[in-house]
């Protein structure tokens, strides 16, 4: 019988990928670029309304909402970081498969990736944001 933990383990990268594509499939990308996740309820962007720039992260949900709808170069133009959520989220869920399948204790595994993980992240986020992507 397979662990609770594990299950849950094995559930989060499905959840995660769910979670952006539904994102991504009720909001309507925002001509300007950003402001799209004030259609889920969300308060606009704070760095945006108080110092007249955009954060590392402004435009992510407009370019989650072009990437599932498949317009790839508005997504891109957009912010890349957007464009790369979905396809990061199934890479995550077959790996998450294959090590539960091995045997593997995905708990283990996962401590074992985080530290690369967030600093990829990290590099990507602020290499678009010096960028002005």
């Known amino acids: 019988m397979v662990p609770i933990r594990q299950r849950i383990l ?3 990268p499905f959840a995660m990928a769910a979670a952006f594509a539904l994102v991504g499939g009720l909001t309507t990308p ?49 912010q890349p970081l957007g464009l790369l959520l979905l396809p990061a989220a199934l890479a995550l869920c077959v790996a998450a498969v294959r090590r539960h399948r091995r045997g593997e204790d995905l708990l283990a595994a ?24």
Not at 54 to 59: A, V
Not at 63 to 72: A, T
Request: aromatic share 6%.
């Open 110 to 133: 996962a401590a074992g990736v985080r530290p690369r993980v967030w600093g990829v992240v990290a590099a990507v986020v602020v290499t678009c944001w010096l960028l002005g992507m």
């Open 10 to 12: 094995l559930a989060l």
């Open 30 to 78: 925002d001509p300007r670029g950003y402001g799209t996740h004030e259609q889920l309820g969300l308060a606009p962007c704070g760095l945006r309304e108080t110092l007249g720039f955009p954060c590392p992260t402004c435009g992510v949900t407009t370019s989650l909402s072009h990437s599932v709808r498949g317009e790839v170069a508005a997504a891109w133009g957009t």
